[in-house]
Nanobody
């Protein structure tokens, strides 16, 4: 599976962005998908995940209630709608695919996109 993340940019605190991750290659619907982020000097952390059918979603406590993950298997795309953005959300955001269920350990993911930078100004 090849993953291409897009949609990052510069936004003011309180603003919104929608990230997209387009998949190609193997059947997208067979994979659970996750969004991770990595801020400068910090480890990569789990943000959100969605099961392969899109029925189950999971969120880090830091984004719960502000971010929404969804997927469209017909379009081979997973989305991350981010609202009420905070400066601490600034990071490179990565999408990843996992043949098993959604987990928050990045080492369990098989495929990664190249990342898209989100910068939230105060």
């Amino acid at each position: 599976v090849q993953l291409q993340a897009s949609g990052g940019g510069l936004v003011q605190a309180g603003g919104s962005l929608r990230l997209s991750c387009a998949a190609s290659g193997r059947p997208f619907s067979g994979y659970s998908m996750g969004w991770f982020r990595q801020a400068p000097g910090k480890e990569r952390e789990f943000v959100a995940g969605v099961s392969w059918r899109g029925v189950s979603t999971y969120y880090a406590d830091s984004v719960k209630g502000r971010f929404t993950i969804s997927r469209d298997n017909a379009k081979n795309t997973v989305y991350l709608q981010m609202t009420s953005l905070k400066p601490e959300d600034t990071a490179v955001y990565y999408c990843a695919a996992n043949r098993e269920g959604v987990v928050n350990d990045p080492r369990e993911y098989d495929y990664w996109g190249q990342g898209t930078l989100v910068t939230v100004s105060s």
